[in-house]
């Protein structure tokens, strides 16, 4: 960790955008209404949702949304986008020890972000707040779960 201080990401705000991304699983075509539900639960809740690219349904790669080196890439481009107020993970899985090493974690000091999810999103968290002191938030994932379960 780079200090002692917990790194807070600032609260969300009415009108911020909110992506919701494959940081882990693929997106399985049978899911996509419970992610469309999961949208618009969070814009009631007053946010802009955008999907990330690399969630299109049927795209994957063995049981990952795509190749570690291109999950890393679509989530450091988050983390870098001003505009991007927080991320949740569609899904957990087995991917994110593939990318662990390919995170900006400067980008993650230089604007903290809450990054939602659990399952494999988990050793995401633990991993972001050892390197960066970032607070992890362990919540439910977009898809099934905001989607209805």
């Not at 200090?3 to 705000?13: I, T, Y």
């Amino acid at each position: 960790m780079t200090g002692s201080a917990l790194l807070r990401p600032c609260a969300l705000r009415p009108g911020d955008l909110v992506v919701i991304a494959a940081l882990s699983g693929p997106l399985h075509a049978a899911y996509e209404p419970d992610l469309d539900q999961a949208v618009l639960v969070l814009e009631r809740m007053g946010f802009r949702v955008r999907r990330a690219p690399l969630l299109e349904a049927g795209r994957h790669r063995w049981w990952s949304a795509a190749t570690p080196a291109e999950i890393a890439a679509e989530f450091n481009a988050l983390l870098r986008d001003p505009e991007v107020r927080a991320i949740i993970a569609h899904d957990g899985g087995q991917t994110v020890l593939g990318y662990l090493d390919l995170i900006d974690f400067a980008a993650i000091v230089a604007d903290p972000k809450p990054i939602l999810g659990h399952s494999d999103i988990s050793l995401l968290h633990l991993v972001l707040y050892a390197r960066t002191g970032l607070v992890g938030f362990h919540t439910d994932l977009a898809t099934p779960g905001l989607g209805g379960h």
